[in-house]
T-cell receptor, first 113, second 114 residues
């Protein structure tokens, strides 16, 4: 069962912040985040492996709340280059760090000057 | 260094025909994955190779789909008797190991079945 992402889309001005949420109905041991620009391959951002773990990639950070079975991605002081569709991926086999991922439907972020 | 390479980038075929999609992973990556992405959706897992063997093909939708990786490097996804519902972008990814390694995706092959 694929994770649920919200919102589906968000429009920002440069410098604004945004939060993207990823929820699962099953136990999570890891969450993966990718960004895909139109017509391009998804690009790895980060993996969160433990409950409560937070990671950062430039001014993009993420948290993982194992208890709530969810992860959030934070875009801080957004730049034009942050535009794209963000996907979270969780192991297909719940409660594992399984290699095969189930991806959410994505959140499309548009950053305008 | 070179990333994951997929050919062709676009493939248009008629319903009922056979197609082959090729993936050349990053050199040294032992794990290789095929995913399928439909418009407006996230990638959907098809098959996973560790080395030469298909470690997990549970995502293949039916027996018209088959993939090989004979020498542990290049992989080919084969689709027989294509149907219009097979139209999608087929993404290949590789990683240095299996669990929890970042996936490096290719740009995909856009398959259109008419």
């Amino acid at each position: 069962q694929q994770p649920v992402q919200s919102p589906q889309a968000v429009i920002l001005r440069e410098g604004e912040d945004a939060v993207i949420n990823c929820s699962s109905s099953k136990a999570l041991y890891s969450v993966h985040w990718y960004r895909q620009k139109h017509g391009e391959a998804p690009v790895f951002l980060m993996i969160l492996l433990k409950g409560g773990e937070q990671k950062g990639h430039d001014k993009i950070s993420a948290s993982f709340n194992e208890k709530k079975q969810q992860s959030s991605l934070y875009l801080t002081a957004s730049q034009l280059s942050y535009s794209g569709t963000y996907f979270c991926g969780t192991p297909v086999v719940p409660g594992t760090n399984d290699y095969k991922l189930s991806f959410g439907a994505g959140t499309t972020v548009t950053v305008r000057a | 260094g070179a990333g994951v390479s997929q050919t062709p980038s676009n493939k248009v075929t008629e319903k009922g025909k056979y197609v082959e999609l090729r993936c050349d992973p990053i050199s040294g990556h032992t794990a290789l994955y095929w995913y399928r992405q439909s418009l407006g959706q996230g990638p959907e897992f098809l098959i996973y190779f560790q080395g030469t063997g298909a470690a997990d093909d549970s995502g293949l939708p039916n027996d018209r789909f088959f993939a090989v990786r004979p020498e542990g490097s290049v992989s080919t996804l084969k689709i027989q008797r294509t149907e219009r519902g097979d139209s999608a972008v087929y993404l290949c990814a590789s990683s240095s190991t299996g669990n929890n390694s970042p996936l490096h995706f290719g740009n995909g092959t856009r398959l259109t079945v008419t």
